[in-house]
C-alpha cells in the first residue's frame, strides 16, 4: 500500500544535540510538507519542497533544517538552534483531486527533550 | 493574509447526539479551498473532505455533513448521531488554488476542536 512513512516515532534528546527525523513516500508525490504541532496550536508549517533539489521555507523554520536529495525523501533536522524542539512532527505529501491539493498525511514523530 | 479560527477548543457529547463544529476563515483570493481533516488518537491526519470556493453546495457522506457559506466566511461540519469512534481533534484548513501567488499552495491550519463522543 502506498503512503508515507515517519521514524521514528517517538524520539528524545538531550539539548545541544542535532536530530533527524526521516520522511519516506512511496506515493510518486512531487511535493511534501513539514509541519510542526503543538497542543493549542494547531498545525505550523516548517518547510516544504515542490520539487527535488528545491525547498522553500514555511512559518516557523527557525532552527530546523531539511534536504530533498530524492522525491521519496524529506528529512527535516531539528539543530540544536530550535530553542522549543519538544513537539509532534507531521510529514505530508501533496496530491491533486480535481484541481484542488490534498495532503496525505504520516502517522507522526513525537520528539521531546530532556 | 490566510486565517482559519475554529472557537471550539473542547466539545463533549453523549453518543448519539448530534454535533457541529464550526470553522470561520478568511482569505483574500477569489479562488481557494476548505478542508476539514480528522486526527484520531492514533496521531495521523486523515482527509475527510474539500471544498472549493465555487461551489457552496452543501455535502453529505453518511453521518457527515459539511455546510459552505460564503457570505460568512464559513465551512462547518456536523456529525448526526456521533459515535464514540467520532472521537478525535478536528482540523479545519484553507489553501489558495494551485498556481496561486503564494507558490507554497500550503495549508493553514484552525488550531483544532477535539471531539469526545462519551457512550
Known amino acids: 500500500d502506498g503512503g508515507i512513512t515517519q521514524s521514528p516515532k517517538y524520539l528524545f534528546r538531550k539539548e545541544g544535540q542535532n536530530v533527524t527525523l526521516s520522511c519516506e513516500q512511496n506515493?510518486?508525490?512531487?511535493?511534501m510538507y513539514w509541519y510542526r504541532q503543538d497542543p493549542g496550536q494547531g498545525l505550523r508549517l516548517i518547510y516544504y519542497?515542490?520539487?527535488?533539489?528545491?525547498?522553500q521555507k514555511g512559518d516557523i523554520a527557525e532552527g530546523y533544517s531539511v534536504s530533498r536529495e530524492k522525491k521519496e525523501s524529506f528529512p527535516l533536522t531539528v539543530t540544536s538552534a530550535q530553542k522549543n524542539p519538544t513537539a509532534f512532527y507531521l510529514c505530508a505529501s501533496r496530491r491533486r483531486i480535481s484541481g484542488a491539493n490534498v495532503l496525505t498525511f504520516g502517522a507522526g514523530s513525537r520528539l521531546t527533550v530532556l | 493574509a490566510q486565517k482559519v479560527t475554529q472557537a471550539q477548543t473542547e466539545i463533549s457529547v453523549v453518543e448519539k447526539e448530534d454535533v457541529t463544529l464550526d470553522c470561520v476563515y478568511e482569505?483574500?483570493?477569489?479562488?481557494?479551498?476548505l478542508f476539514w481533516y480528522k486526527q484520531p488518537p492514533s496521531g495521523e491526519l486523515v482527509f475527510l473532505i474539500r471544498r472549493n470556493s465555487f461551489d457552496e453546495q452543501n455535502e453529505i457522506s453518511g453521518r457527515y455533513s459539511w455546510n459552505f457559506q460564503k457570505s460568512t466566511s464559513s465551512f462547518n461540519f456536523t456529525i448526526t448521531a456521533s459515535q464514540v469512534v467520532d472521537s478525535a481533534v478536528y482540523f479545519c484548513a484553507l489553501s489558495e488554488a494551485p498556481g496561486g501567488q503564494g507558490g507554497s499552495e500550503k495549508l493553514v491550519f484552525g488550531k483544532g476542536t477535539k471531539l469526545t463522543v462519551n457512550p
Open positions: 519542497s515542490q520539487i527535488v533539489n528545491d525547498f
Open positions: 482569505t483574500r483570493d477569489t479562488t481557494y479551498y
Open positions: 506515493l510518486n508525490h512531487d511535493a
